[in-house]
């Protein structure tokens, strides 16, 4: 498929989610807030510590084992959007997979497909690496200190047989959320709209870019310059801090920032033809603040 067959394939299908919503409710998602200050891992990361830095705030994740390793990538953006955006609906810690593996992929957006690169492997992969890991968040601003540590997921039940994804089992696979992770993304979660996460689920970055705009776009009130260096420490994780590794991670930002103006238009509004900085032009969020429920 040509590059110009792609994006007008891409055009037409946010065009087309957007105007299923519109008639549609249940149409908003959640993030937790901490994973929108600074952002899980890209690509896959040798060890088990993990660290991004926004500012005086800092994340940090570690691997439930160094068998296991950390999440990264789409997916467990997918994941934690839904388990974020179930938790904040349900009220409830204990949150219900489903009966069927393939039904659950289709919530995420997944075409439920096997062997070794399919969803269903891929998903599995994941779900260990997210749900086994543990996520301390820090402020530190030299005259105010906080810090607070969160596991995720206290017990996970996965009752699916992978290799029979679309055979309903006899119990529910369920999530126990923590106590402390599940006060986090109760009170402060970041709202946007869930078609356009859908959308850009391709792209681990576009799918950062887009929450952190829309969140950024719910407060801000005048243009701000933001230094590629920071955004890099925020979101370029495998981007070494050299000047090569500065271009190179710009040159994606920009890219994925495009791919979020297709969905979402006032991302365009932001600058990125300054060699130092991006001009970040505050526009509307994504979801209007009267459709935001309290």
């Not at 498929?1 to 299908?13: A, L, V």
Request: with cysteine; glycine share 6%.
């Amino acid at each position: 498929m040509k590059d110009k067959d792609r994006i007008n394939n891409f055009i037409t299908e946010a065009f087309q989610i957007q105007e299923e919503e519109a008639n549609e409710s249940g149409a908003l998602g959640y993030m937790a807030r901490c994973l929108v200050q600074a952002t899980m891992p890209h690509s896959k990361v040798e060890g088990v510590f993990y660290e991004r830095v926004n500012g005086n705030f800092t994340l940090n994740m570690t691997a439930g084992t160094s068998k296991i390793g950390l999440p990264y990538g789409s997916i467990p953006r997918l994941l934690m959007a839904w388990i974020t955006t179930e938790a904040v609906k349900t009220k409830n810690r204990e949150l219900v997979l489903g009966e069927s593996l393939s039904g659950f992929l289709r919530e995420l957006g997944l075409i439920p497909s096997g062997g070794r690169w399919g969803t269903v492997t891929r998903v599995k992969e994941q779900m260990k690496r997210l749900f086994s890991c543990s996520i301390s968040v820090v402020y530190d601003d030299n005259e105010g200190f906080a810090f607070k540590r969160m596991e995720p997921v206290e017990k996970a039940i996965l009752w699916w047989d992978p290799k029979k994804p679309e055979q309903s089992t006899i119990f529910n696979s369920t999530l126990l959320l923590r106590e402390e992770f599940f006060k986090e993304i109760i009170d402060n979660p970041i709202v946007y709209r869930m078609g356009a996460l859908k959308t850009l689920k391709q792209s681990s970055m576009a799918v950062d870019i887009y929450i952190w705009t829309t969140y950024r776009n719910s407060y801000a009130k005048k243009p701000s310059r933001i230094p590629w260096e920071a955004l890099q420490l925020q979101f370029g994780a495998g981007y070494p801090l050299t000047s090569q590794g500065k271009r190179n991670f710009k040159k994606k930002f920009i890219q994925s920032l495009e791919r979020v103006s297709l969905v979402y238009p006032d991302a365009g509004k932001l600058r990125t033809d300054h060699e130092d900085y991006l001009l970040f032009i505050p526009g509307k969020p994504d979801i209007p603040k009267i459709l935001i429920p309290t």
